[in-house]
């Protein structure tokens, strides 16, 4: 396929670092929406602030990049006013489940028909490297040269637990699985989640000695496991590594189905 | 027998307020409750699906704006109405819809501050917030109503200003007026005048979202027309995307301001009433005018030549018209439920030529006629 036709080429080359993995999910993404034959006029790409959040700036779609962690509120109301469009919020760890955490779970509550891709790199990568939300325990950040304090979140069981339609994580070793997760994602009415374990080697490989983006990308390969696999295994035995897999894949009604009803209801009572 | 007017109402504050976005066009609100101004949402909830339109109760304040400006962004008009607290959350998003120029509305029905202050009581203590509560140098429209009537028309007027200017116009409401019921006659339906967004009448290869002409006003293509620009809360060029090119910075910066500036006329409303003779000018605005309205007319009973000037818009500031009247006059009375903020604007307009007698109160309390009249009279 040529990405190109997606691309805005004159907004190259991207702010992403050499090794960053959020290049392998933005091509993830344009392969899916090639396969479905979306039209560009009909893709909204919102998101917040952060690296990720730089995504909408190279796509060829109706973009929005809004203010940090907000994504998922500008387009519940985009979404609501034009049913029509497919909207896709790109977003990262901080984005999402920091400043944005309640944006998140209510969104996901609402089971609104957006999917969010979630580039989660344990870091604040524009801002020089400070911890985030699923930054490991232990682990060094520029705020936390001691070490992480902290428990992180673990963003797809967050979803899970607040009632997403759609959640799957993937590595962006595992592109294979990336594809399918997203185009599961988008075909899905209602919300959904794909959360991507990307490699941030500028800002947290780099001070962790976790070498290079490619030293990073065979980490993830060697200690993901599948959601089927990790069954049954113990805490101590799945400590270090990414379980991926489809965590949530459920049909219920959606924002817009449930609230089609409520206008049902007033029209015939306000007659 | 006799048939009923239609447009004969007897509504609070609020329900004019909800009545007023309804018939200009907003099809979208979102809100999170917040007293005094909660009636705006709960009226919407009932009619804004009865008429084919959204509503929907976010899960905070500031995803509450974020939602109208993406809901705007749709080519939906929208609405989200707060109070002190709620306007506070909202700001750094206000502040987007004034750089990525997307029209909205924003109702802040004040109440007592600082903090949670004052929940249930009247104030008009967001003045200056309403100016400057968001980051950076950025222009704004601030209108304020004094009765009922007033907020009916001054929303669908807060759209047209935003739809024309695409800007965030912020309805400066307080506790009294938006809880006041009084009997109103609307406008038939079909006289109000409607102000839409200007479209791009250029092919969307040609389409330069923040577009430098003489209008100062850029064409404004909703998502979904097949125009794919791009929005973006970051310094940005003529294309919308972010720069950091000192010039096309200045340049869309400057257009930014100017294009509120030079049509300050347009939005700029004042009221004026036995201004012509007058010797004392009082300057009020919101449910304070009120009182001011009556103050001035026993003032003139008692034999003192008051005035009144009520500014309606509050931002942009009406200085060329308090310039207008106030040189012949030995003081002015600035009444308002806060500690001076307007006075203070009013001393700059005037150059402290005359007199500023401040009028204020935070207690929770409206001012009453009569402490405005004292500060008339008062050869202090």
Not at chain 2, 231 to 251: C, M, Q, R, S, Y
Request: hydrophobic share 35%; proline share 6%.
């Amino acid at each position: 396929m040529d990405y190109l036709q997606y691309l805005r080429k004159d907004k190259m080359p991207h702010i992403w670092c050499d090794g960053c993995g959020h290049g392998i999910v933005l091509k993830s993404i344009l392969r899916v929406i090639d396969k479905l034959g979306w039209d560009k006029n009909n893709i909204a790409m919102i998101s917040g602030i952060g690296c990720s959040s730089r995504t909408p700036g190279y796509v060829d779609f109706n973009t929005l990049h809004t203010t940090h962690g907000r994504g998922l509120t500008f387009a519940t109301g985009l979404k609501i006013a034009r049913p029509d469009l497919h909207v896709i919020v790109v977003s990262g760890d901080g984005d999402a489940t920091a400043i944005g955490g309640n944006h998140f779970i209510h969104a996901a509550r609402r089971n609104i028909d957006i999917s969010v891709i979630i580039y989660n790199n344990y870091i604040y990568g524009m801002t020089g490297g400070q911890v985030s939300p699923t930054t490991p325990g232990g682990k060094k950040a520029s705020t936390t040269p001691y070490g992480n304090p902290d428990t992180p979140f673990d963003i797809s069981r967050l979803a899970q637990a607040a009632g997403a339609a759609y959640v799957a994580r993937s590595t962006a070793f595992h592109v294979g699985k990336m594809d399918r997760y997203i185009e599961q994602a988008f075909t899905k009415t209602g919300f959904s989640v794909v959360e991507v374990l990307t490699p941030c080697p500028t800002s947290y490989g780099r001070r962790n000695k976790e070498g290079r983006g490619v030293d990073m990308l065979m980490y993830q390969k060697q200690n993901s496991i599948g959601i089927e696999q990790a069954k049954g295994k113990t805490a101590e035995e799945l400590k270090g590594k990414y379980i991926t897999g489809v965590f949530v894949d459920k049909e219920q009604a959606d924002y817009r189905q449930r609230y089609d009803e409520v206008i049902k209801k007033a029209s015939k009572l306000n007659k | 027998m006799e048939i009923p007017n239609p447009n004969i109402h007897m509504w609070q504050g609020n329900v004019a307020c909800a009545e007023g976005a309804i018939a200009a066009g907003c099809r979208f609100f979102a809100g999170y409750p917040i007293t005094p101004s909660t009636e705006i949402a709960e009226v919407l909830s009932q009619k804004l699906p009865a008429i084919g339109g959204n509503f929907i109760q976010m899960e905070d304040e500031i995803a509450a704006i974020g939602a109208v400006i993406g809901a705007s962004l749709g080519g939906v008009k929208a609405l989200t109405a707060t109070s002190g607290p709620g306007f506070s959350l909202k700001q750094e998003n206000i502040g987007f819809a004034v750089m990525a120029e997307v029209p909205c509305v924003i109702v802040n029905v004040q109440r007592g501050g600082p903090s949670t202050g004052l929940p249930t009581h009247s104030a008009q203590g967001d003045v200056m917030q309403a100016r400057w509560g968001t980051h950076g140098d950025h222009p704004i429209i601030v209108l304020s109503p004094s009765s009922v009537r007033e907020t009916y028309d001054m929303t669908i007027r807060a759209f047209n200003l935003a739809e024309k200017y695409r800007i965030p116009v912020v309805l400066l409401s307080d506790e009294t007026v938006a809880h006041l019921t009084e009997k109103i006659t609307i406008p038939d339906p079909a006289s109000i005048e409607i102000i839409d967004r200007k479209k791009p009448y250029v092919s969307p290869e040609k389409y330069l979202p923040y577009q430098i002409d003489e209008t100062d006003i850029p064409a404004m293509a909703n998502f979904g027309e097949g125009f794919r620009y791009h929005v973006t809360g970051l310094a940005h060029d003529e294309t919308g995307f972010p720069t950091n090119n000192p010039e096309k910075i200045k340049a869309q910066l400057e257009r930014l301001n100017r294009k509120i500036q030079r049509n300050r006329n347009d939005i700029v409303e004042v009221e004026t009433f036995e201004t012509e003779d007058m010797e004392v000018l009082v300057i009020a605005f919101g449910a304070t005018a009120r009182s001011a309205r009556r103050a001035v007319i026993n003032a003139r009973e008692s034999g003192v030549k008051a005035g009144l000037l009520r500014m309606k818009t509050i931002w942009p500031f009406p200085d060329e018209e308090i310039e207008k009247i106030y040189k012949s006059v030995k003081k002015i009375v600035v009444p308002e439920m806060n500690l001076g903020q307007i006075a203070h604007e009013v001393e700059w307009a005037t150059r402290r030529e005359k007199p500023v007698v401040r009028v204020n109160k935070i207690n929770g309390e409206p001012i009453t006629p009569n402490e405005i009249y004292e500060s008339i009279i008062s050869q202090g």
